[in-house]
């Protein structure tokens, strides 16, 4: 069974601190492995993904994100947190075979001023 | 840049109301998803579709019906609403032209509220 664990429901940092969202991911086969950010009431924004390749994947709005295979991890990254980074952050995951994405339960990420 | 379309942001229905939902995308996308999305929960999988006429069932596809007659549409419809079926709807769509990597495309969602 495919499926994403995100431990966090929330996240708080202060404005121009790093932040750290985190991922694990359970899959049979290679995953390919995505980030999304959602505001409030609006649809879902993808901001990154991993597909092969170098395990630092730099993505929209200075995001970037380390995929970990031996600890299954894809922990999403940002050097400097804005306070307009406040919003819901989504881990996905599917293989080649499968056309399904699995989600993650989501991280509220609140930075404050 | 590729544009999901849900046609209804909000939407307020009585129980036993039958409920359309429709999508529309504009990139020629051969994958189409409905997805609900519950705080807590995440986004649920209810149905997809992966071709024209061609549907497959998602992870919770009780109590819910898809349609694609045209490539760039996908209605998912609720035959008799029921409280339960108060949710976001998310509806999604991905192309196969980049050999299986691509991501999904979401539209801005459909708000319904079944009283």
């Known amino acids: 069974a495919q499926s994403v664990a995100q431990p966090e429901d929330q996240v708080n940092v202060a404005e121009g601190n790093p932040l750290t969202v985190k991922c694990t991911y359970s899959?049979?086969?290679?995953?390919?492995l995505f980030w999304y950010v959602q505001y409030p009431n609006r649809g879902l924004q993808f901001l990154l993904k991993y597909i092969t390749g170098d395990n630092l994947v730099k993505g929209s709005y200075g995001f970037e994100a380390e995929f970990n295979k031996s600890q299954t991890s894809f922990h999403l990254k940002k050097p400097s947190a804005l306070v307009s980074d406040s919003a819901l952050y989504f881990c996905a995951v599917r293989t080649y075979n499968f056309n399904k994405f699995y989600f993650g339960s989501g991280t509220k990420l609140n930075v404050k001023p | 840049d590729v544009k999901v379309t849900q046609s209804s942001r909000y939407l307020v229905k009585r129980t036993g109301e039958k409920v359309f939902l429709e999508c529309v995308q504009d990139m020629d996308h051969e994958n189409m998803f409905w997805y609900r999305q519950d705080p807590g929960l995440g986004l649920r999988l209810i149905y997809f579709?992966?071709?024209?006429?061609?549907?497959e069932k998602g992870d919770i596809p009780e109590g819910y019906s898809v349609s694609r007659e045209k490539k760039e549409r996908f209605s998912l419809i609720l035959e008799s609403a029921s409280t339960n079926q108060t949710s976001m709807y998310l509806c999604a769509s991905r192309g196969t032209g980049t050999g299986g990597t691509g991501e999904l495309f979401f539209g801005e969602g459909s708000r319904l509220t079944v009283l």
């Open positions: 579709s992966y071709d024209v006429k061609m549907k």
């Open positions: 899959v049979s086969g290679n995953p390919y």
